[in-house]
């Protein structure tokens, strides 16, 4: 099973540029978007009923922001939207499913470097992320988290770390979270095939930054322990253009 996760800054742009052909031609078995930023009334039927696909949208309140949408071959056994917590939920940044053997997370996880209280609001919204996924845990399921988590790990992550110290999305505390999340069992799967690879997820269209692959990793497929023995591969797909993100992907051997 190949899972894929995209930030495409808009799905009605990356449409624009190409993404049906490219989903046709690369058959991801499940699909996660982030950051589609579209509201229901504007979704096209040609977005909706991709052929071999059911789809699933989760809105953000505000037009034109945020959004996740999720495509699967796969019918999974139920799907819902948020965490439960209005004051994330309003803003549209998850969806999740239930399959077979896993539950997955879909996630446009906050940017915190528009001030103080969105840095709070996006650490506030990690650790809720985490403890909803260990309750989901409790019932027996491993969990895969995907998504953009507007975070890069580790040094290794981002083209200029030393520049970046004081920067949201690689400050200490934000990184902490990450360590966090690896100490309650969880995987990065690309480093665990990828230890020292740099190779990275989204490029500034500011700075052209892509042309030069001056960029940062900061979109993930995080699994749960259990599911160690079923990951064969995580890639990054960084020749995929449409989007200031390109895709990343694991494979798992659920047979």
């Known amino acids: 099973m190949r899972i894929y996760s995209w930030n ?3 799905i009605r742009a990356v449409k624009r540029k190409g993404f049906l052909d490219w989903i046709t031609e690369e058959q991801p078995d499940i699909l996660g978007l982030q950051e589609i930023r579209i509201q229901d009334h504007q979704l096209k039927d040609n977005l909706r009923d991709i052929e071999g696909y059911y789809s699933y ?5 505000k037009k034109g922001y945020s959004g996740v949408a999720l495509y699967t071959k796969i019918e999974p056994l139920d799907v819902w939207h948020g965490l439960g917590i209005k004051r994330f939920d309003r803003e549209g940044r998850v969806i999740a499913a239930e399959f077979e053997n896993f539950y997955l997370l879909n996630i446009y996880f906050p940017n915190g470097k528009r001030s103080q209280e969105r840095l709070n609001y996006k650490l506030d919204f990690y650790d809720a992320t985490l403890d ?10 491993e969990v895969v988290v995907c998504g953009d988590y507007n975070t890069a790990h580790h040094p290794i992550d981002l083209h200029d770390p030393d520049s970046n110290k004081t920067t949201s999305g690689f400050m200490p505390v934000e990184r902490k979270w990450l360590d966090k999340l690896e100490n309650h069992g969880y995987i990065d799967s690309y480093r665990y095939f990828h230890p020292e690879k740099e190779c990275y997820s989204w490029w500034s269209y500011r700075t052209r930054a892509r042309e030069r692959d001056a960029g940062w990793r900061i979109d993930y497929h995080f699994i749960s322990q259990g599911l160690e023995g079923n990951l064969e591969n995580a890639e990054i797909l960084n020749e995929v253009k449409g989007s200031d993100h390109c895709p990343v992907t694991i494979t798992l051997d659920l047979d």
């Open 8 to 10: 495409v800054n808009g």
């Open 132 to 141: 909803y996924c260990e309750e989901l845990r409790q019932n027996g399921k």
């Open 57 to 61: 949208f989760t809105f953000g309140e």
